[in-house]
């Protein structure tokens, strides 16, 4: 039983590295696609044919994502801001994310 047990907590874990790699591999297109939008102005369109073509698809599945149309307008809207991934998840970029959403609330 202790095999099985070992077996399949190494099973989930190799599963957690494929998912996180398949992330990367979104965050690299969304960062191509905006790379696309400020060179050639559409990155928008580039993301949402990517995410809606086969690969994609199979990308956003492995990656835990379901590939719904709900996510392609998100990737879009995404992608329309211009803020790299990079940027966007770091911590700086959240607390002066909150802290405009706050200031907002105040001016309201």
């Not at 928008?44 to 809606?52: G, L």
């Not at 966007?88 to 909150?98: D, I, M």
């Amino acid at each position: 039983m202790r095999d099985f047990v070992d077996g399949t907590a190494y099973n989930n874990e190799q599963g957690n590295r494929a998912r996180k790699l398949f992330a990367a591999v979104v965050l690299a297109a969304l960062d191509d696609a905006i790379a696309d939008d400020k060179k050639y102005g559409n990155g928008p369109e580039q993301i949402a044919r990517w995410a809606r073509s086969r690969d994609g698809r199979e990308v956003l599945t492995c990656a835990g994502i379901d590939p719904n149309e709900r996510v392609v307008e998100g990737l879009m809207e995404f992608v329309g801001k211009g803020v790299r991934t990079s940027v966007a998840l770091s911590r700086e970029e959240s607390e002066r994310r909150q802290a405009a959403e706050i200031e907002a609330q105040r001016a309201a």
